[in-house]
């Protein structure tokens, strides 16, 4: 009896308890703003608020069969996950538009009858983190000396191995999830190992090449369109970031309600459910704009603050993992997380231009939240699994 009740005081010794409290706290944060979002009556009938306590439970569930997997099981289903992951995006752009139809100029979703829209993409990312870690995991140990010329061979396998789902994906096209893609790749670069001889001169190129694209978008956007086939309607998000007032009616006409929202919420806000400023999709992309409106700043605050005690908790546990892989793994979840949360919440009060990011685990999607709580499980996963090995080892050396 005392041998069983210490197993299952280790196994709970084991489980992230601070994962969970977090967790708990972006749920109760997400119900209450959606609740508030939907009502205004601009969404008719539906009640979105069901379906994210849904989605939340579905994650629940994810994260209970994640957190039986270990790390070296991850890195064996790692290439089949990605490649998965891929068909999935070569189905949702050959699909027909019955099953994927075209929504605000891209199409990224499958319909699924009773359930509701699905992104492939959302899951891609975690696939691609779980890839991308174990190609710099497999590369360490084939290559134990460093030089340039291993270093710069483990970028081309980065880069090939991202530049796959990113085309796929910016064929839909899809740029706000092109950018989460390259943020993923951006740090898991800075954590690899490759010598900064190589990423400096690789890095500074890419500013200066960002420049001049910004440059000819403001300047000569005819030459993008003519080239590169980009969309017009992603000029004019810049256009609108940078001058909104001209275009108040229709590409900032977002950015303007969510400004007057949070504006007009002060310091503590008007209340729970005291929405006055009419919001578009505030139970998606804008919903920061109803918590800044009803709590002010302090109650934008308290999110970021929850924010950044998620992803401080990250960095602990990819420090404390005793494994390469797992290292990488968390880092390309910290930079998945750091990015949405910077993207959406600048957008909506122009600090960046508008893109279709939700915020992680506030904003309605069935998707988006699957997505994080599968990486989730893996956090959960690596700091159960990484007791187990420290209890392990205990034991051995005791014996």
Sequence with gaps: ??????????????????????????????????????????????????????????????????????????????????????????????????????????????????????????????????????????????????????????????????????????????????????????????????????ILPIYSAGAALAALVFYLVIQKPELLEKYLHVQTYQFNRIYAWLDPTNHATSSSYHLMKSLSAIGSGLITGKGFSNREVYIPEAHTDFIFSVIGEEYGFVGGSIVIGLFFLLIYHLIRTSLDTNDPFNTYVCTGIISVITFHVFQNIGMTIQVLPITGIPLPFISYGGSSLMGNMFAMGLVYSIRYHHKTYMFSSENSLSS
């Design 1 to 198: 009896m005392g041998v069983a009740m210490d197993k299952y005081m280790k196994k709970v010794e084991r489980f992230d308890w601070t994962l969970t409290l977090l967790l708990f706290l972006f749920f109760l944060v997400s119900c209450a703003a959606i609740y508030s979002a939907q009502a205004s009556g601009q969404y008719g009938g539906k009640n979105f608020l069901v379906m994210q306590i849904f989605w939340y439970v579905a994650g629940a569930f994810i994260i209970s069969i994640s957190i039986f997997i270990d790390g070296y099981q991850y890195k064996r289903l790692s290439w089949y996950l990605y490649g998965f992951g891929l068909l999935l995006l070569i189905a949702v752009y050959i699909a027909p538009e019955s099953i994927a139809p075209i929504r605000n100029g891209a199409k990224s979703w499958f319909i699924i009858p009773k359930i509701g829209s699905i992104q492939p993409s959302e899951f891609v990312k975690t696939f691609l983190i779980l890839a991308l870690s174990r190609v710099i995991a497999s590369h360490h140990e084939n290559h134990p000396e460093k030089s340039l010329k291993a270093d710069f061979l483990l970028l081309l396998k980065l880069g090939i191995t991202t530049a796959v789902p990113l085309g796929l994906i910016m064929l839909q096209p899809d740029l706000g999830t092109g950018l989460v893609i390259l943020s993923i790749l951006t740090g898991l670069i800075l954590v690899s190992g490759i010598s900064w001889k190589i």
